[in-house]
């Protein structure tokens, strides 16, 4: 079983829509969780983390969190076509001792078509 | 504020030879931490750097290495490069739990 697991998509979405991505992890001792964003070509970047159970929202991105299930999700709403890209979701294990090695999904790719 | 630099961000070498890369952190991030990312197994976390000490490391072979500068600036070696080690090596600094990446430096191994 893999540690951090994403559906693969591609999801496709039309424009305005809400897109929903999800991502289940294996390690209950598992601390905070992140979503990055990658374009093609470019680096990933941080849209938003979360540690608390819950939703954390962040303009048309809200994460949730459910630790009970092992389980974080990214919505996007009012989606745009700009927003089409690999979306990463990575979890930090490593609690207070370390911030700095994420294990990441293998990522969904998110169409928004106009 | 600069982003996290890497240089080079290219690089092309032949099976056999060894490469070093280099990472510049966001000014006053001292946690540098390096990932390989490939089609196949995506991102995979390599080593963190924390304060000159490496903090964390992932299941590399001990062909991958790296170090801490005391500017925190990092640079990773690999040696007798593997046509497998062909990805884009990832930088990212962090001051507290967000990670920033940088662009990268895409290896193809000939």
């Known amino acids: 079983q893999k540690e951090v697991e994403q559906n693969s998509g591609p999801l496709s979405v039309p424009e305005g829509a809400i897109a929903s991505l999800n991502c289940t992890y294996s390690?209950?001792?598992?601390?905070?969780f992140f979503w990055y964003r990658q374009y093609s070509g470019k680096s990933p970047e941080l849209i938003m983390f979360?540690?608390?159970?819950g939703d954390k929202e962040d303009g048309r991105f809200t994460a949730q969190l459910n630790k009970a299930s092992q389980y974080v999700s990214l919505l996007i709403r009012d989606s745009q076509p700009s927003d089409s890209a690999t979306y990463l979701c990575a979890v930090n294990s490593q609690g207070g001792t370390s911030y700095g090695k994420l294990t990441f999904g293998q990522g969904t790719i998110l169409t928004v078509h106009p | 504020k600069a982003g996290v630099t890497q240089t080079p961000r290219y690089l092309i070498k032949t099976r056999g030879q060894q490469v070093t890369l280099s990472c510049s952190p966001i000014s006053g991030h001292r946690s540098v931490s390096w990932y390989q990312q490939t089609p196949g197994q995506g991102l995979q976390f390599l080593f963190e750097y924390f304060s000159e000490t490496q903090r964390n490391k992932g299941n590399f072979p001990g062909r991958f290495s790296g170090r801490q500068f005391s500017n925190s600036r990092s640079e990773m070696n690999v040696s007798t490069l593997e046509l497998g080690d062909s990805a884009l090596y990832l930088c990212?600094?962090?001051?507290?739990?967000?990670?920033?990446f940088g662009p990268g430096t895409r290896l193809t191994v000939l």
């Open positions: 979360i540690y608390s159970n």
């Open positions: 390690d209950r001792g598992s601390q905070s």
């Open positions: 990212a600094s962090s001051l507290g739990e967000e990670q920033f």
